[in-house]
T-cell receptor, first 113, second 111 residues
Framework: NAGVTQTPKFRVLKTGQSMTLLCAQDMNHEYMYWYRQDPGMGLRLIHYSVGEGTTAKGEVPDGYNVSRLKKQNFLLGLESAAPSQTSVYFC????????????FGQGTRLTVV | DQQVKQNSPSLSVQEGRISILNCDYTNSMFDYFLWYKKYPAEGPTFLISISSIKDKNEDGRFTVFLNKSAKHLSLHIVPSQPGDSAVYFCAAGNLGNKLVFGAGTILRVKS
């Protein structure tokens, strides 16, 4: 029972570099989300998807792009990384809408230097 | 503007006693409230939820209370166990809208 799997777990980037974080879920969930967690800020929604082929902006979308080409995968891209994007990133999925139980991945710790 | 606030950054409780974690919200349109628990180096896990039509929901040692007039909810853990030591996030939302999380409260249960 893998649940939600995030790749990679850790990454260090230089300012201006790009990267993609991969999220995969095996629960056939419709909704998928990307959050970032910063000290004292809780979890903030970056982008989300309500089904294959759909994406929508969350609370803090600037500097990020996402794609959901397959139902089980949700990719988060950083085109030009900035130090302000140093954070822990969590992917999550839920069967229906955001107000139901969501299952989270173990997180990706990203440092931008 | 924080719509969901957890004003206590940390809480320390003796094993076997009650832990009470508090959460305040400002948006009266919220009608779903959830609690998540997070251990270090892991993702959050769902704990318990409550909708605005109820004022209490119980699940084993965990009970969530909702006071809509005060825009306040609390999570009670009885009895507290060392394994409950974690960060607890409160979250609120309404149908079709994004969930908003609080900053979290670190609970330490001492044995």
């Amino acid at each position: 029972n893998a649940g939600v799997t995030q790749t990679p777990k850790f990454r260090v980037l230089k300012t201006g570099q790009s990267m993609t974080l991969l999220c995969a879920q095996d629960m056939n969930h419709e909704y998928m989300y990307w959050y970032r967690q910063d000290p004292g800020m809780g979890l903030r929604l970056i982008h989300y998807s309500v089904g294959e082929g759909t994406t929508a902006k969350g609370e803090v979308p600037d500097g990020y792009n996402v794609s959901r080409l397959k139902k089980q995968n949700f990719l988060l891209g950083l085109e030009s990384a900035a130090p302000s994007q140093t954070s822990v990133y969590f992917c999550a999925s839920s069967l229906t809408d955001m107000n139901t139980e969501a299952f989270f991945g173990q997180g990706t710790r990203l440092t931008v230097v | 503007d924080q719509q969901v606030k957890q004003n206590s950054p940390s809480l320390s409780v003796q094993e076997g006693r009650i832990s009470i974690l508090n959460c305040d919200y400002t948006n009266s349109m919220f009608d779903y409230f959830l609690w998540y628990k997070k251990y270090p180096a892991e993702g959050p896990t769902f704990l318990i939820s409550i909708s605005s039509i109820k004022d209490k929901n119980e699940d084993g040692r965990f009970t969530v209370f909702l006071n809509k007039s005060a825009k306040h909810l609390s999570l009670h853990i009885v009895p507290s166990q060392p394994g409950d030591s974690a960060v607890y996030f409160c979250a609120a939302g309404n149908l079709g809208n994004k969930l908003v999380f609080g900053a979290g409260t670190i609970l330490r249960v001492k044995s």
